[in-house]
Nanobody
Framework: QVRLVESGGGSVQPGGSLRLSCAAS????????MGWYRQAPGKQRELVAR???????NYADSVKGRFTISRDNAKNTVYLQMNSLKPEDTDVYYC???????????????WGPGTLVTVSS
């Protein structure tokens, strides 16, 4: 079993910054891509940023230049540094990882429970 736990959400004023963290734990052999998604009530979950095991990244156009995704493979952790936050960034943010578990080897897509980010004056 593999578990993802997000932290770092909260409330911030427009223009402010937050840093999200997501730690994976459990029977992990390899973690491939890790990413952050967000979802507002009544809307589809959308990609914010993803990072491969080798460090290649891609971002949603709406966050390019403001958000930075990074990972610490030794800690099985992915981060999302969010700067110049806007009210439209208000959402629940979810961590996602592609994991190969330990014996028996299985390929899983794992989601965290989500963390709320609120940007408001």
């Amino acid at each position: 079993q593999v578990r993802l736990v997000e932290s770092g959400g909260g409330s911030v004023q427009p223009g402010g910054s937050l840093r999200l963290s997501c730690a994976a734990s459990g029977s992990i052999f390899i973690i491939n891509d890790m990413g952050w998604y967000r979802q507002a009530p009544g809307k589809q979950r959308e990609l914010v940023a993803r990072i491969s095991s080798g460090g290649s990244t891609n971002y949603a156009d709406s966050v390019k230049g403001r958000f930075t995704i990074s990972r610490d493979n030794a800690k099985n952790t992915v981060y999302l540094q969010m700067n110049s936050l806007k009210p439209e960034d208000t959402d629940v943010y979810y961590c996602n990882a592609g994991v190969i578990t330990g014996t028996p080897y299985r390929s899983l897509k794992v989601w965290g429970p989500g963390t709320l980010v609120t940007v408001s004056s």
